[in-house]
């Protein structure tokens, strides 16, 4: 069985800045585009289960920056839909609703009404990725893994998931740019293996 790798895409200009970047489908900055080089070492000559990677742009860049060929686009791997909130800081939103917390309070409707997702909402797409690469990761030659290229909260929503706990609970696991998890299993129960991981840079 092999061990699920997510990778969180590199720098945007909204995410130097602390912007809730959820479907606006901005590019990688040159920063973000350097920081995606650096994975490629980790990757080179490796072959994988399976590449699979949100439909946005910085996603998919970032997957090809780091010489994951054949990476199969899937909707349900698309960013946190934060309506109202798409790209204000926290602090913006904390002026007008103090403590606020995206992960307990969620996010405010679209001008036209129209809803954004709670954490159980992102929590049912990260199900069914996870039901749908199970099988792929159980048939897995040992060594052979997964690899996911998505977006900070979607990831963190997924390794909750992934771990049994409640979707909110993804606020305990704190994903930089361009840097890589490692979920796994020892004696049975899924564990996290590695987190936020630069490879490639030293530290």
Excluded at 105 to 125: F, I, K, L, N
Excluded at 136 to 165: C, E, I, N, Q, S
Aim: hydrophobic share 40%; glycine share 12%.
């Amino acid at each position: 069985m092999g061990d699920l790798l997510l990778i969180r895409h590199g720098a945007t200009e909204w995410s130097a800045s602390g912007r809730h970047t959820g479907r606006t489908d901005l590019p990688l900055t040159p920063d973000g585009e350097a920081e995606a080089r650096t994975l490629a070492a980790s990757f080179s000559g490796r072959s994988f289960a399976f590449v699979l990677t949100s439909p946005l742009r910085r996603a998919r860049h970032t997957a090809e920056l780091a010489g994951l060929r054949g990476a199969v686009a899937d909707d349900d791997l698309c960013e946190w839909d934060y309506g109202g909130y798409e790209g204000l800081t926290t602090a913006r939103i904390q002026r007008d609703r103090p403590s606020w917390s995206l992960w307990r309070d969620g996010v405010a409707p679209y001008a036209d009404g129209r809803p954004g997702e709670s954490a159980a909402d992102v929590g049912r797409r990260a199900d069914r990725v996870l039901a749908r690469i199970a099988p792929l990761l159980a048939a897995a030659d040992p060594g052979t893994d997964g690899v996911v290229v998505a977006h900070a909260h979607l990831l963190r929503v997924l390794t909750a998931r992934y771990l049994g706990l409640p979707a909110s609970e993804g606020r305990l696991f704190l994903l930089t740019t361009a840097t890589v998890g490692r979920l796994s299993t020892e004696h049975g129960l899924p564990v996290i293996a590695g987190w936020n991981q630069r490879p490639g840079v030293s530290t």
